[in-house]
C-alpha cells in the first residue's frame, strides 16, 4: 500500500476454482517493496500520526505539481486536499 508499505494478510486473493487466472501462479512475478521517497511523512499523515504541514517536504518540495508521496499525487490525496483548503476557515 503506497504510504503504508507491507500489511500482512491485505489485499485480494482469488478463490482456489479460479488459481488457474492467478497471474502470480502463472508467471513469475517478483514481489515489490516500495519505499516512499527520503523525508516523505505520506504513512504518518495517513495512519493521523502528522498533519501534512508536518512534513518537510510539504509546500516546499512536494506540491501538486510536483508530488514527491503518494498522498500529493491525487487531487483527492490527504496532502493535496490540504494544501488546497488549508487556508479557507470553515
Known amino acids: 500500500w ?11 486473493k482469488l478463490k482456489e ?12 512475478v517478483k514481489e515489490i517493496n516500495s519505499r516512499e521517497p527520503a523525508g516523505c511523512e505520506c504513512g504518518n499523515v495517513l495512519k493521523g500520526i502528522k498533519k501534512p504541514i508536518e512534513c518537510k ?4 518540495i512536494c506540491k501538486p ?12 490525496g490527504s496532502c493535496a ?3 488546497k483548503y488549508e487556508r479557507l476557515k470553515i
Open 81 to 83: 486536499a490540504y494544501y
Open 65 to 76: 505539481e510536483n508530488p514527491v508521496g503518494p498522498c500529493m499525487v491525487s487531487s483527492e
Open 17 to 28: 476454482k479460479y488459481l488457474k487466472f492467478d497471474a502470480k501462479i502463472n508467471f513469475p
Open 2 to 12: 503506497r504510504g503504508l508499505g507491507n500489511i500482512p494478510g491485505s489485499g485480494l
Open 57 to 60: 517536504l510539504f509546500s516546499k
